[in-house]
């Protein structure tokens, strides 16, 4: 440690850090514009030059490293004669445009202008003039007059999202930002540059000249969006959500947050809200009252128990219901006498059932730590942003990274080694990469993986496993949606055991580890999961927040039981279902109502609505609350959301206590597959993952929103005579939809990549297995 002197006052800090740090720890402030803890040191605006004592000019308190018994002044006539003179270079060229700028209010420049700039300028000749830019539908480049070059768009990209998507042009007064020729700005976490512009030179496109900084009510929530549970600060007028922002929490997001969660709210303005509770009479759609609604509902539900017996009614939430909601949707259904629901509608193997309470199996700042990580089956960088944020600042600190996929897509990260496979030949990969691990370490592999032949593959990935300390083992999305799950989880625990690595979990959604602490799943070996809900359909379905059709792991088998049900119970914040639904319930979406949000890391968030609900809607625990009431069922007198959450967990936030990613099935076989066969692997696009997500309009017409394509391995395209860009027909099950053929030479070459969760390719089968494709 180091002690150095800043204006009076001693403070000690690490040796190697810059004045900056040491002003921070004293809560002085030094103004600044290039200058982020987040991002690496640019020292080009200059506004933080401080006097420091024995040296010959002012310097740069961002970049100038600690030294022992340093003194700086940072507000003597020398460091304030600076400032003042590096402020009228920065005006010289800015435009005066404050009563029009969509920064006004919340501008960094505008507020040091007032403590550091003159009140008339030296400077006569005429300003500047950028050239506006079209970098997209998220951020608005149109009046990159007002850039001052501090950089750190530039190097956010570069250094948090993994790839350089604008860049500093020319020299002098002709230098720019922008972008590479004709592109636009793509990354999965770009909105965090708006956030990042100390001027308005970056500023958010759908928000623009909405509403002025002054003129929002900050309320403080949570993003249901994916497993890290992003904290947000939702900006609200007249009712209406008017932006959505991080707010800081270092264990969680940091600062930053996905465009997932940044611009979602665009959706809940949209011509889809559902705000009347609507019934189906006579094949036509009537908005009804909330009581005739829910007695219309109780009713249907008594007659079905009776006739057919309570087996016959079925409950599906999402993980990105609340831990509310989930509860008393199980309770509900279970009061009735049913014991079929569930929230995990991509799933397809439930062999760990009541084994497993799965989770990320330590906490985020844990997993940003880690030395040497292996990941088993997911499309990171669209499923998780933020985590992938976090591992890619480990890779640059040195962590070793491997990956076991079916598809090569850039992680935008360093990786050690990694295994481009068809899902399934993923058991037989990890079966390499066990008996690799057991050679290496002298034991005996599985019996079960006896006479795998190892890969050099998966020789580099069991040597970087076992070379390092800081090591995990992570099933991703992908994993958990396959086939043969609870194989895998038994493969990757092997490895993670004589590895000495933690085995973790890459949920899906904000809350799929409270969906197993509020017990929205079938007792084993009593109730129906979700798939076998819609495999052997139901006569009742009530669905929360759940848009099946997308949904599920089988759109085909859920869209035929629920069109032979009887009853069907939406309830949902948008309009959805009208063919196969008898009653629609508007509920509220997150921001709308209060609830808990438990995060893959165990982490319990609770929030409160941050607008009334629109029209009649209401949150989704008090509709079915009402619901048991009119059941008569026991326990359904809740007043608040905290008394559901008090019941289930107490006041604890950290439950990682009762999660559990161990389970007792030893690893099997893998079988040999079928030569030749296409097969398909199915990602979630990142925009259309969750009901809210995809009626963003801004999220849509992104390069991640447009319509997906059938991508095809090089020689089968050469072999159908298809070239990128034809139409293909794909078959699979009992439905068939054209598609654009894209070309993606890194594919297995008997693996179809055709993304589920869009109403295109809604008419397909499984997220996984045989496929057809011919040329349309």
């Known amino acids: 440690m180091v002690e150095i002197e800043i204006d009076g006052k001693k403070v ?89 700028c969509d920064q006004g209010g919340e501008c960094q420049l505008q507020d040091l202008a007032v403590g550091y700039g003159g009140s008339t300028s030296r400077y006569e000749e005429e300003k500047r003039v950028v050239e506006p830019k079209n970098v997209g539908p998220l951020i608005s480049m149109k009046e990159m007059n007002r ?99 991080p707010l800081e929490n270092d264990d969680v997001n940091e600062c930053w947050i996905s465009d997932k969660d940044r611009f979602s709210y665009e959706a809940l303005g949209s011509e889809e809200r559902l705000t009347k509770p609507m019934l189906k009479q006579d094949g036509k759609w009537q908005e009804v009252d909330w009581q005739t609604a829910l007695e219309y509902v109780a009713h249907g539900l008594r007659n079905i128990r009776h006739e057919h017996g309570a087996e016959s009614i079925a409950a599906l939430g999402t993980p990105y219901s609340t831990l509310e909601e989930l509860n008393l949707l199980q309770k509900l259904v279970r009061g009735v006498g049913s014991d079929n629901v569930d929230f995990r509608l991509r799933q397809s193997d439930f062999a760990l059932d009541g084994q497993i309470k799965p989770w990320l199996g330590m906490s985020i700042n844990e997993f940003a730590e880690l030395n040497r990580v292996f990941v088993i089956g997911s499309f990171l960088r669209k499923d998780h942003p933020l985590l992938t944020a976090r591992l890619r600042q480990s890779a640059k600190s040195g962590a070793k990274i491997s990956v076991l996929h079916a598809t090569d897509d850039d992680l935008l990260l360093p990786l050690a080694s990694k295994i481009v496979a068809a899902p399934s030949a993923w058991l037989a990969a990890l079966a390499e990469v066990a008996v690799a691990v057991a050679e290496s370490k002298g034991v005996a592999a599985p019996a079960a993986f006896a006479g795998a032949t190892v890969s050099d593959a998966a020789r580099a990935t069991a040597a970087t496993l ?146 009334k609900p629109q029209g009649d809607a209401r949150p989704g625990w008090k509709v079915l609350r009402v619901l048991g009431n009119l059941l008569e069922l026991p326990n359904f007198d809740y007043e608040t959301s905290e008394s559901i959450r008090d019941e289930l967990l107490g006041k ?125």
Not at 24 to 32: A, F, Q
Not at 207 to 216: G, I, P, V
Not at 557 to 564: G, H, I, S, V, Y
Not at 708 to 721: C, I, Q, V
């Open 147 to 245: 850039c001052i070059h501090c950089t750190r768009c530039v190097r956010f990209g570069q250094e948090v999202a993994g790839v350089m998507e604008l860049g500093m042009l020319g020299r002098g007064e002709h230098s720019e930002i922008t972008t590479f020729v004709g592109k636009t700005v793509d990354s999965e976490l770009s909105g965090n540059m708006i956030d990042l512009c100390p001027v308005g030179a970056l500023t958010s496109k759908p928000f623009r000249y909405s509403a002025r900084t002054w003129e929002l009510s900050r309320r403080k929530s949570v993003s249901p969006h994916d497993s890290v549970g992003a904290n947000l600060t939702v900006q609200v007028k007249n009712g209406r959500v008017m932006r959505v922002l």
């Open 652 to 776: 604890q936030t950290d439950l990682s206590a009762s999660l559990n990613n161990i389970a007792t099935l030893q690893p099997q076989a893998a079988a040999p597959a079928a030569a030749g066969a296409l097969e398909r692997v199915a990602d979630v696009p990142i925009y259309a993952a969750d009901p809210v997500a995809r009626r963003s309009p801004p999220l849509q017409e992104t390069a991640d929103g447009q319509a997906p394509k059938a991508w095809l391995p090089a020689a089968l395209a050469e072999k159908l005579g298809v070239l990128a860009g034809d139409r293909v027909t794909v078959k699979q099950g009992q439905g068939s939809v054209q598609l654009t053929a894209g070309i993606d030479k890194k594919l297995p070459a008997n693996v179809v990549r055709v993304a589920a969760s869009h109403a295109s390719t809604a008419a397909l089968g499984g997220m996984f297995g045989a496929i057809v494709v011919e040329k349309a």
């Open 466 to 611: 076992l070379s390092g300390e800081g090591r995990g083992v992570f099933l991703g999305n992908t994993a958990l949606q396959h086939p043969q799950a609870s194989q895998l989880h038994a493969a990757a625990q092997w490895i993670a055991e004589q590895t000495g690595a933690k085995l973790g979990v890459l949920v899906e959604g904000g809350n799929a580890v409270g969906g197993y602490l509020a017990n929205a799943v079938p007792t084993v070996g009593r109730g129906a999961n979700a798939l076998d809900a819609f495999a052997q359909p139901r006569k009742a379905y009530l669905l929360l927040n759940a848009e099946p059709e997308l949904d599920s792991y089988n759109p085909q088998a859920a869209a035929a039981a629920l069109k032979q049900a009887e009853m069907v119970v939406v309830m949902s914040a948008f309009k959805h279902g009208a063919d196969y639904a008898d009653v629609l319930l508007p509920i509220a979406p997150f921001t709308e109502t209060s609830g808990t949000f438990v995060n893959a890391e165990g982490r319990a968030q609770s929030f409160n609505g941050t607008v």
């Open 12 to 100: 000690e800090v690490q040796e190697g850090s810059m004045v900056m740090d040491a002003a921070n720890r004293l809560g002085t402030y030094i103004p600044h514009f290039c200058y982020h803890k987040k991002l690496s040191i640019a020292a080009n605006c200059r506004m933080c030059l401080v006097d420091v004592e024995k040296a010959p000019k002012p310097l740069p308190a961002c970049a100038t490293p600690v030294t022992a018994g340093m003194i700086v002044r940072t507000a003597s006539d020398k460091a304030i004669k600076a400032q003042k003179g590096v402020m009228e270079f920065l005006l010289i060229n800015h435009p005066l445009d404050c009563p029009i």
